[in-house]
Nanobody, 121 residues
Framework: QLQLVESGGGLVQPGGSLRLSCVAS????????IGWFRQAPGKEREGVSC????????YYADSVKGRFTISRDNAKNTVYLQMNSLKPEDTAVYYC??????????????WGQGTQVTVSS
């Protein structure tokens, strides 16, 4: 069974950091493009970052550029999202998703269950 599981969310003060993990089971992550998305209450889901399968190119939303870093550890079948200088507007449920084709603005093939990130003092 193909599954993605996120972890690492929590409550953090503004300016703090969190590292989210996305672990795959049932398939090998390095053959897939992996995206991170988020959805805040009352807002549409938005793409945050993505790492491609072919050459591990990375992509970021303008709102997180310079603060978030996506990476993959193939040995652990895991993709990470390092989030620094967090702001209250980063508060959302964060999801990872896998697509066999590429990063982009399209529906991804598999989704995790999400992890809550709350940035508040």
């Amino acid at each position: 069974q193909l599954q993605l599981v996120e972890s690492g969310g929590g409550l953090v003060q503004p300016g703090g950091s969190l590292r989210l993990s996305c672990v795959a089971s049932g398939f090998t992550l390095n053959y897939w493009a992996i995206g991170w998305f988020r959805q805040a209450p009352g807002k549409e889901r938005e793409g945050v970052s993505c790492i491609s399968s072919s050459d591990s190119s990375t992509y970021y939303a303008d709102s997180v550029k310079g603060r978030f870093t996506i990476s993959r550890d193939n040995a652990k079948n895991t993709v990470y999202l390092q989030m620094n200088s967090l702001k209250p507007e980063d508060t959302a449920v964060y999801y990872c998703a896998a697509d066999f084709k590429a990063c982009g603005d399209h529906e991804y093939d598999y989704w995790g269950q999400g992890t809550q990130v709350t940035v508040s003092s």
